[in-house]
């Protein structure tokens, strides 16, 4: 199958741009790995980058087209690369012959309109989406402003969508956007290196309080993924419940300078480490080496850090977003929390100095048998769209 790619960046300029690990989106990343090494399929990917060209090659032919679009600011700057996709997409397809063509993100609606113009099979590949989210709180404004976008994903969907189940409830969204417009939905998979690393840790089985306590936030620097709650968390155990109680942040994004600026309002800024630039295959040793893993995220959990902190064996701290629920539940395999900083440190509190070895090892025995290998995952994938192909020719 030869498929053209319309694709984000999706932070992966380490990997992409600076030709070393790649730090996140491993559902990407693994994507673009394992369709480069394939024998019965092949692609070529259009993305843009603010200032670099850059062909990236596969062992199979297959290419990454990196075209520099120099608009300073991010919003600005999305909105016209759909324009510019679109007419580098349309030369491809006068160039070349593709049995299939797959939008991700928000390029899924270029995609679709593609599709259509040139009569060829489209797939929408979506990571999750906050719009449900904001569609559920009655943020109308900010639904048709900053999430414009993701809200055109479904407004306009390819012939097939399939999303990553991240418990942010596209399906849901979709549902009152587009009724009758199916979606799969799919778990994202890991790979089989890091899930022998991560279950070669000791998983937790106590944590002492008369020591020290590390707690791990893991995620973009940004408003959803609430690292400032998880700050406020710590202020209380350590002013509340006196403990000797330290977090690690983990990931970049716009809201550093502001977070560490909360900090410091908060009186906990010695206590409180950020951290970037971690590369994948390094993350398992970075999360081994905490106790507990705050995932209190606003729309959902359910992604690829807390799953590596789960089959880490930490003790997992989730807030009840989305779907968490329908994985998590509380004293079992995790301690499953609401939006209340005061509740949440008392929480982890009465936790400290018991037997927590069945919780951690069943949040790990969860998140093991939920999550298939990428190669399953991809194959999975590849073989939806192809059945979708010969079902629709």
Not at 259 to 278: D, Y
Not at 362 to 367: A, E, F, K, N, S
Request: net charge neutral; glycine share 6%.
């Amino acid at each position: 199958m030869r498929i053209l790619i319309l694709s984000d960046l999706f932070s992966l300029d380490s990997w992409l741009i600076h030709d070393q690990e790649p730090e996140i989106m491993p559902a990407v990343y693994e994507l673009f790995r394992n369709l480069g090494a394939s024998s019965l399929h092949s692609f070529d990917c259009i993305m843009f980058h603010q200032t670099v060209r850059k062909t990236i090659s596969f062992p199979n032919g297959s290419t990454i087209e990196i075209h520099p679009l120099s608009i300073a600011f991010h919003y600005p700057r999305k909105f016209f690369s759909l324009f510019a996709m679109r007419g580098l997409a349309k030369r491809r397809l006068s160039q070349q012959t593709y049995d299939v063509i797959y939008g991700m993100s928000i390029y899924s609606v270029v995609a679709a309109q593609l599709g259509t113009a040139h009569q060829l099979p489209s797939v929408a590949r979506l990571f999750g989406s906050l719009i449900y989210d904001v569609m559920r709180r009655r943020q109308y404004f900010k639904l048709y402003t900053r999430y414009i976008l993701q809200y055109a994903e479904a407004k306009y969907p390819c012939d097939l969508i399939i999303c990553t189940e991240d418990g942010t409830e596209f399906d849901r969204a979709l549902e009152i956007i587009q009724p009758g417009q199916e979606v799969t939905m799919l778990h994202n998979g890991i790979s089989d290196k890091l899930r022998k690393k991560l279950l070669s840790y000791d998983h937790v089985e106590r944590i002492d309080q008369t020591k020290k306590i590390r707690l791990v936030s893991i995620g973009r620097l940004t408003q959803w993924k609430r690292h400032e709650l998880c700050m406020q968390v710590l202020q209380r155990l350590r002013n509340e419940h006196e403990l000797d109680a330290a977090l690690t942040i983990i990931g970049r994004g716009e809201l550093k300078g502001q977070l560490k600026r909360k900090a410091r309002k908060l009186s906990i800024a010695e206590h409180v480490i950020f951290k970037e630039g971690i590369s994948h295959k390094d993350m398992p040793e970075e999360i081994a080496s905490h106790d507990i893993g705050l995932f209190l995220y606003d729309a959902s959990n359910l992604g690829n850090a807390l799953w590596e902190t789960a089959l880490s064996g930490r003790l997992l701290v989730l807030r009840d977003t989305g779907k968490t629920a329908k994985v998590f539940r509380h004293g079992e395999n995790a301690l499953v929390v609401q939006d209340d900083p005061v509740a949440i440190a008392s929480t982890i509190a009465s936790f400290l100095n018991k037997d927590v070895s069945a919780i951690c090892q069943h949040g790990r025995d969860t998140v093991n048998a939920l999550l298939p290998s990428w190669e399953e995952r991809i194959d999975e994938e590849m073989s939806l769209i192809s059945t979708f192909i010969d079902q629709k020719c």
